[in-house]
């Protein structure tokens, strides 16, 4: 079992920045790829980004390229966001994920945060 719990979701004006955490515990060395994903009202959810354990390969939706920058600190198990450049479409819940493998694709993460609010006001 891996636990997730994100926090740092809010609301800003476009143009602006948002960093969102997620604090990870139990089984994190057997699911140690994380990877980041949101969902906006009536729409799926959505790849954003994810990391290897050791940070050294990431991975970005191309919505979120050039903007966003997924990074993780081991010694605290926790895996963060940053998000510049902020646009209304941005608008979503954010869920932290993990998994076994290193994948962009939903299916292939186990386990999931609660989720957290994220609004980009134009």
């Known amino acids: 079992q891996v636990q997730l719990v994100e926090s740092g979701g809010g609301l800003v004006q476009a143009g602006g920045s948002l960093r969102l955490s997620c604090a990870a515990s139990?089984?994190?060395?057997?699911?140690?790829?994380m990877g980041w994903f949101r969902q906006a009202p009536g729409k799926e959810r959505e790849f954003v980004a994810t990391?290897?354990?050791?940070?050294?390969?990431?991975v970005y939706g191309n919505s979120v390229k050039g903007r966003f920058t997924i990074s993780r600190d081991n010694a605290k198990n926790t895996v963060y966001l940053q998000m510049n450049s902020l646009k209304p479409e941005d608008t979503a819940v954010y869920y932290c994920?993990?998994?076994?493998?290193?994948?962009?694709?939903?299916?292939?993460?186990?386990?999931w945060g609660q989720g957290t609010q994220v609004t980009i006001s134009s």
């Open positions: 994920s993990a998994s076994r493998i290193f994948s962009t694709t939903l299916d292939d993460y186990n386990y």
């Open positions: 990391i290897t354990r050791s940070g050294s390969s990431t």
């Open positions: 139990g089984r994190t060395l057997s699911y140690s790829y």
